[in-house]
Structures are given as C-alpha cells and as structure tokens.
C-alpha cells in the first residue's frame, strides 16, 4: 500500500479521535442551536481554520504535544474557576493560572492548525452503488478528462497550458483529502496563492448528489489505474452495490449480504468457471447476451462499468474476472481469468508490515482468507481505509 498507516496504534488513535470528533460534534451542536447554518444539505463548519488532524497523525511529537497542551489548557480552567469561586485562594491560583500559560511550551498554531472550507467536516453518503459510479465516471468525461485525462494522469494538451499542471488523480492524492475539501474544491475551483485561477469551479453545472458521485468514480478510476501501474491499490474501496436474483427469483444486492465472503465472477461463456466454494457466497454477473447457469446472478451493464474500472480495464475485458469481498464489504482480491488458484498475491491492498505471519496450511484460497481476517481494513479518524 502506497499510503501506509497513517496513525500509530494506542493513544495515538485515541488522541486523534478525540480531536477529530470533538470538532464534528462542536459542528453538529452549533448547528443544531442556529450559530451555524446548513450548507449542500449539512453543517457548515463556520471557522477559518480547523485541526490538521493529518498532519498531527505523521508526527507523533507534536501530538503528544498536543496531548499536553489539553491538559493544561484544562488544569487552567479548572484554577481560573477555582479561583473565582473561592476568593480566598484567588489570588494564588490565577497567579498560578498566568505563569503556566507563559511556561508552557504550546506548539505554534501555524503547525496545528490549517485553513477549511465550509464542508471541511462533511461526508459522502454512506450508500453507493454501480449506478452512481457510472453517472460520476460520465459526469468526469464530460466536464473534467479535458485537463485531467481520461486516466487521471493530468497529461493533456490543455493541461498544458494551464498555470498549473494538474495533479495526477490516481494514487494516494484523494485519500489524502477530506471528502468534504474535495468537494468544495471541485464546486468551487481552486486558486493559486496571488489569486489567480489554477481549476474553474463546476458548482454551476453539478449537483451536490453529482458532486458526491464524482468523488466516489475518482476514488474507482484512480484505484483501476494504479493497479495497472502498481499491481495494488492505494487504499480499499467499498463493493459498490448492485441488485442480484438467487434462486427464489427475489431481488436482494451486495450490501445485503454484510457479514458474508462473497465472490463476484464476470460470466465468460468460453471460459471453464471454477466451481462455486462454499467458503464464499458467489454472485455471477451476465455479460448481455451470454447466459451462464448460477445459483445467483445479475444481469448489469452498470457493474460492468464500474467493476472494469476498479480493475484498471475496459469493460469488454472484464469475462472471466473475479472479485472477492470480505465480511464487512470491502473489494479485498482480484483474479483475472486464466490464473489458476487463489492466493495471497490476489490481495488488492496488504498492512505495510507483515508480522502478523500468517499459517501457510490450507489450499491457496485459505490463506487468502486467513489474511483477509487477520489485516481487517479499519478506517483512520479523519476517513482514510486501510488493511491494519
Ligand atoms: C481547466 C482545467 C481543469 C478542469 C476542467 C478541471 N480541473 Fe481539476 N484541477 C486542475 C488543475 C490545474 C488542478 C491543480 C490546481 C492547484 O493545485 O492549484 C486541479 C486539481 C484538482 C484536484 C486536486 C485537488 C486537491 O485537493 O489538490 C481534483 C480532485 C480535481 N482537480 C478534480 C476535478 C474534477 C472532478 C473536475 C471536473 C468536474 C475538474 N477537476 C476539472 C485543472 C482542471
């Protein structure tokens, strides 16, 4: 994985986590009392800076730093308070209150804090499925891929003339990002520090579901293209869902199916397809046209579209590709047709350190689970998956 973990295990986290939570409560009660409005359907956060809670997860210095400067920020509450109820140790304690705020090493503002945006804290809804990645994969076509690229990579005739190269959009980039930045930057543009222009704003011409959808087809197009580059991605994604039939002829979809393994297989009709396992609940997808007999199955262009571009590929190159999804929802490993048995080199994101020393008993697809479980994908505070 590309990125890493990003935060320490232990106290580190947990620091993390209270910061992270204690500005998105302070949002969610400033507005729920009127002092801050609703902006793109949620809260807004009404400050010009907020915590750089990514830059305090690289640098275990100054957090642990941060960490002091709570509890003494909270031992000079408690003084000053004190001290104003009992008049006679007043004096001791707000003396003591002024000379610990000039003791106290506190680390610089400039390094804690950094500049927001009004939906700085705001997310992405929780549910998406193929439909929406193919409308955000069209919608990038249509308004972006003339700087961007159609592969992300920012080399385009027209980029070049810009005042400023665009960033490749593959890769660790927008995992990076706060969903909620994202999508004030590509509302809104962005803008080089003299003012000038350096993306136009698309606000007039998206939606705030379009947006939303847009920044869930980069995160797909970006993981397809570094797979081909790289063999792996720069972080998990979520199956997108889609509907499926199973035997009794009722509808159900991929997120019904939480807390199962599930295989996805894209139909080859010339291809031998391995046998269902009971190990994983499998749903066959039809390619229009080919009926191939299953248990299972789904007849989508949508999960064409969108598998294909997690898998770095075009959709007509998708037969015979399978995808298995762990317990909790997550994309974990991919084989393309041809490969022979399942293993641990199908996994799409692995923990940067291997200690955890998987058994090697079992055939190649039992390993693959047993480090499917053993490096369970935890998102970090501030939003970013990876396998721990
Ligand atoms: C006119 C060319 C142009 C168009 C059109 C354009 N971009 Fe950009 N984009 C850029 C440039 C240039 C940058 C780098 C700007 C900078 O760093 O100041 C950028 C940066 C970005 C970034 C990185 C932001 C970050 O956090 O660093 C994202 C994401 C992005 N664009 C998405 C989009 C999307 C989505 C669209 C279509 C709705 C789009 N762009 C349309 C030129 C463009």
């Given at each position: 994985m590309g990125l890493g973990n990003p935060a320490d295990p232990g106290v580190s986290n947990i620091v993390l986590g209270l910061l992270e939570a204690a500005q998105a409560d302070l949002v969610s009660a400033l507005f729920a009392l009127g002092f801050t409005p609703a902006t793109s359907g949620q809260a807004q956060w009404p400050f010009a800076q907020r915590i750089a809670v990514e830059t305090l997860a690289m640098d275990a210095g100054l957090l642990r730093l941060v960490a002091w400067s709570c509890a003494a920020a909270t031992v000079i509450a408690v003084m000053v308070t004190i001290g104003a109820i009992k008049s006679r140790l007043r004096w001791q304690l707000w003396f003591a209150s002024i000379a610990l705020v000039g003791a106290f090493p506190w680390p610089s503002s400039s390094l804690v804090l950094t500049e927001s945006v009004p939906t700085s804290f705001q997310r992405a809804p929780a549910h998406f499925d193929v439909d929406s990645i193919g409308h955000g994969l069209a919608l990038y076509e249509a308004h972006?891929?003339?700087?961007?690229a159609a592969d992300g990579s920012g080399e385009t005739p027209l980029a070049a003339r810009l005042p400023v190269w665009p960033p490749r959009l593959s890769g660790a980039l927008l995992w990076r990002r706060r969903e909620g930045e994202t999508f004030w930057r590509i509302r809104n543009g962005m803008h080089s520090r003299?003012?000038?222009?350096?993306m136009p704003g698309s606000a007039d011409a998206l939606s705030d579901s379009d947006t939303w959808d847009l920044i869930r087809a980069l995160r797909v197009l970006g993981a397809g293209e570094e797979l081909r580059r790289e063999g792996v991605w720069p972080s998990p994604v979520l199956a997108p869902d889609f509907e499926f039939h199973c035997g009794d002829g009722r509808a159900k979809s991929i997120s019904d199916w939480r807390g199962q393994r599930i295989r996805i297989v894209f139909a080859n009709p010339l291809l031998a397809q391995r046998a269902e396992d009971p190990r994983l609940a499998t749903v066959l997808v039809q390619t229009p046209g080919a009926v191939t007999r299953a248990q299972c199955s789904a007849t989508s262009t949508a999960a064409l579209v969108a598998y294909a571009s997690l898998a770095g590929i075009a959709p007509s190159q998708l037969s015979g590709t399978e995808f298995i999804i762990d317990r909790a929802g997550w994309i974990r490993a991919l084989a393309r047709p041809g490969t022979g048995q399942w293993s641990?080199?199908?996994?799409?994101c692995r923990a940067t350190?291997?200690?955890?020393?998987?058994?090697?008993?079992?055939d190649g697809l039992d390993q693959l689970i047993r480090r499917m479980d053993a490096e369970p994908i935890t998102v970090s505070t501030f939003g970013v998956p990876h396998p721990s």
């Open positions: 972006c891929a003339t700087c961007h003299s003012g000038v222009m350096t641990e080199s199908n996994l799409l350190d291997d200690r955890k020393g998987v058994a090697a008993s079992g």
